[in-house]
C-alpha cells in the first residue's frame, strides 16, 4: 500500500461544502445513546511537518555508519549465518 502525501484529495475529506455532521445531541435521547460518533481532522499542518523535517534529514546517517564500521573494525559486529538465511526464507515464503 502506497500512501501519497501529497494527494490533496486526502485533506478535503470532511471539508466538503455541503456535508451533514450528525451531532448526538441533536437526537432524542434514545437515539442518541446508541449512535457511534466519530471526528476527522486534518492533520496536515503535522504532516507537512513531517515531511519537510524527513526531507531535511540527511539520506545516510553518518552516525550510524560510523557506529558499524567501529563494531566491524573491533570485531564486535558478529553475523548469525542462520538468522540471515531463516529472514531470507521468511521473505519469500
Known amino acids: ?10 485533506s478535503q475529506i470532511g471539508s ?3 456535508s451533514k455532521r450528525v ?3 441533536n437526537l432524542p435521547s434514545t ?5 457511534d460518533r466519530t471526528t476527522l ?5 503535522s504532516v507537512s511537518a513531517l515531511v519537510s523535517q524527513a526531507m531535511s534529514s ?6 550510524k555508519v560510523q557506529s558499524l564500521q567501529q ?6 559486529y558478529k553475523l548469525d549465518p542462520d538468522q540471515i538465511a531463516g529472514a ?3 521473505e519469500h515464503a
Not at 500500500?1 to 486526502?10: E, G, K
Not at 481532522?41 to 499542518?45: A, M, Q, R, V
Open 88 to 90: 531470507m526464507i521468511d
Open 58 to 63: 540527511p539520506e545516510i546517517r553518518q552516525d
Open 16 to 18: 466538503e461544502p455541503n
Open 1 to 10: 500500500m502506497r500512501i501519497d502525501l501529497y494527494n490533496s484529495s486526502a
Open 23 to 25: 451531532n448526538a445531541q
Open 41 to 45: 481532522t486534518s492533520g496536515s499542518g
Open 71 to 76: 563494531a566491524i573494525s573491533s570485531g564486535q
Open 31 to 35: 437515539e442518541a445513546d446508541s449512535v
